[in-house]
């Protein structure tokens, strides 16, 4: 599999990451280096193992569906580039 | 007393105990030391007066005898750790004036155990890189050189600062994590000590997330010794992890010494790359005769899928981060960019906050993720990981107590040496420890010689889930026989 320039606009915008027509090209041979470096696993044979889902064999901890924490709006908003009240501020999404 | 930085942390304990050194004294030793070390480049923030007020706390605790287990002993903080109150990096420009409203729970439990926070030391950015270049705040500078030559030497990454701080005695010890090899890499090359703990054995909660399945706590430090004291303090359930695990944390203190007669210990024959080095094959020769030389009875066992740990460490990791940085978005925390809607401020921000490795791994993470991709990647690279465990769980279940290899494939290099071509020749660096992080074992790095240009070798030793006190007791075994590596010269403070 080998990434096009084309490919790497899409993933770059699947990535929300803004790229310079001036990387483009080099950004896609990294990427390929990446992933001819990863083409080995393709000889693998992995018939019949499970993907792995947890490292260690654990179940999921539960606990009573009861609020915990909260109450901590400053808190949550102290780092925020903008904010007004107890809200952050984005661009208009909504036209 | 002499220069108190030169103390180990279980000694500099001791001394305070003792009452024959303050902790004001031991902290300021080690602010006049880092003030003496700014081109190692080691802390992205120094907190000296919160490290004096604490120091004089611990004083006060020492003279009514009320000590805690590692009251006024100075320590770094990798700024990937949340610190309450103190601006937190990640070594990276997008969370620009960040400053948490908590506190980590890892490095809660060293503050609540008296320990003395120095500052916050530097990284690669969001942990991803092997010799702390990736770093916004500029790269960390080993105190290590080869012999006859000044060139700039890196300490290894992602936990650079943390791994050149302690060989440079800025502190006692250091907090780290490790993704793929981020404490034993940067330990093995300056010369420490570093565990990468189970997973599941040190809570996450309040570490910057790089790939959640693989990172883990743990310290870096100057004793095998050390590094038991830090980790006992580290380690512990904590409910706002759901994979920490709940069960009780031994003394891991208590195993230096114990004895490793009888213990069989596995020498993976794939681990016998084709070219390694003759110098990294004797340190491991060596390794195994300290070993056998302490009872331990040497197996040799295939781990078959060793090949393949590190290209699927590329496919995994980078598609967990390229999740878990999605939050980086300009709207709740750090640097935002403006753009003419959302979308484009989303996409100016990440441009201009994420580092060229960051975006590496974000966009090959997102191309790994993307409809048509995710069998053929993601989960044929966690079916690969299920393997490469089972090559562990079928050596322990044959009766294998740990197992010794070499901590990394070469020693350090120079600043600018690798991977500025390709950066898969950087990814090399870490072949011989992302194995444990894919099978989540217990992984220890200790020095264990010089190589012929001067630089530090290390060996590493691998455990069964939740055994690391096999892995100190064995490691302590080797830190006896092994010579002792004398500290480097401090060139810096010239």
Redesign the interface.
């Known amino acids: 599999?080998s990434?096009d320039t084309a490919?790497?606009r899409r993933?770059?915008?699947?990535?929300?990451?803004?790229?310079e027509d001036a990387e483009v090209e080099q950004?896609g041979a990294?990427?390929n280096?990446?992933?001819a470096?990863?083409?080995?696993?393709?000889a693998?044979d992995?018939s019949g193992?499970?993907?792995?889902?947890s490292?260690?064999p654990?179940t999921?901890?539960l606990?009573a569906d009861v609020v915990t924490d909260g109450g901590?709006a400053a808190?949550?908003l102290?780092?925020?580039?903008?904010r007004e009240d107890h809200f952050?501020i984005?661009?208009?999404?909504i036209e | 007393m002499a220069d108190p930085t030169h103390l180990s942390l279980a000694q500099a304990r001791d001394a305070l105990k003792a009452r024959t050194l303050s902790a004001k004294e031991l902290t300021q030793a080690h602010l006049d030391a880092i003030a003496g070390a700014k081109r190692l480049n080691c802390f992205i923030t120094e907190t000296p007066d919160l490290a004096l007020s604490a120091a004089a706390g611990s004083d006060a605790r020492l003279a009514r005898g009320e000590a805690r287990p590692l009251e006024g002993l100075p320590l770094g903080i990798k700024d990937l750790y949340c610190s309450k109150g103190v601006r937190t990096t990640a070594a990276s420009r997008i969370l620009d004036g960040f400053i948490p409203t908590y506190e980590s729970t890892v490095s809660a439990h060293l503050l609540s155990d008296g320990a003395v926070m120095l500052g916050k030391l530097n990284l690669d950015e969001f942990a991803m890189g092997s010799s702390n270049e990736t770093s916004a705040f500029g790269p960390v500078i080993s105190p290590w050189r080869r012999n006859g030559d000044d060139a700039g030497i890196v300490p290894g990454g992602s936990s650079g600062g943390s791994s050149a701080a302690v060989a440079a005695r800025l502190c006692l010890g250091a907090t780290a994590t490790d993704t793929g090899g981020s404490i034993r890499q940067p330990a093995a090359f300056t010369g420490t000590v570093g565990i990468k703990p189970t997973y599941g054995r040190c809570s996450r909660w309040g570490i910057v997330a790089f790939a959640s399945s693989l990172d883990q706590a743990g310290p870096i430090a100057r004793t095998v010794r050390d590094a038991a004291i830090l980790l006992r303090s580290m380690a512990g359930h904590d409910p706002k992890d759901a994979t920490s695990v709940d069960a009780p944390v031994p003394d891991y203190e208590a195993a230096i010494g114990a004895s490793v007669k009888g213990k069989r210990i596995g020498v993976p024959r794939e681990y016998r790359l084709d070219g390694l080095s003759g110098e990294i094959a004797a340190l491991w020769d060596q390794g195994v005769a300290w070993l056998k030389d302490a009872g331990a009875e040497i197996v040799e066992i295939s781990l078959p899928h060793t090949r393949h740990a590190l290209p699927a460490y590329y496919i995994i990791a980078p598609a967990e981060a390229s999740s878990n940085l999605a939050r980086y978005d300009g709207v709740r925390y750090g640097l935002r960019e403006k753009g003419r809607d959302i979308t484009e401020m989303y996409e100016n921000t990440r441009a201009r906050g994420f580092g060229a490795e960051v975006r590496r791994r974000v966009m090959i993470g997102t191309y790994v993720l993307s409809a048509g991709y995710y069998d053929a990647y993601y989960v044929r690279a966690q079916k690969i990981r299920s393997l490469i465990k089972r090559d562990f769980d079928l050596a322990f279940a044959a009766g294998v107590e740990a197992v010794l290899t070499p901590a990394t494939p070469s020693p350090a290099f120079a600043l600018g040496e690798k991977g500025s071509a390709d950066p898969v020749e950087m990814y090399l660096n870490d072949v011989f420890t992302v194995t444990v992080n894919m099978a989540g074992l217990p992984g220890l790095a200790l020095p264990a010689g010089l190589a012929s240009n001067g630089l530090p070798l290390a060996l590493q030793l691998i455990g069964r889930p939740f055994d690391e006190e096999t892995l100190f007791a064995l490691a302590a075994a080797i830190e006896t026989a092994a010579p002792k590596l004398p500290a480097p010269e401090a060139w810096w403070s010239a």
């Open positions: 599999m990434v490919l790497v993933i770059a915008h699947l990535a929300r990451i803004k790229v950004l990294e990427l280096a990446i992933l470096f990863v083409e080995e696993l393709n693998v992995v193992v499970e993907p792995m889902t490292v260690l654990m999921m901890k606990r901590k808190d949550i102290a780092n925020a580039p903008e952050f984005v661009p208009k999404v």
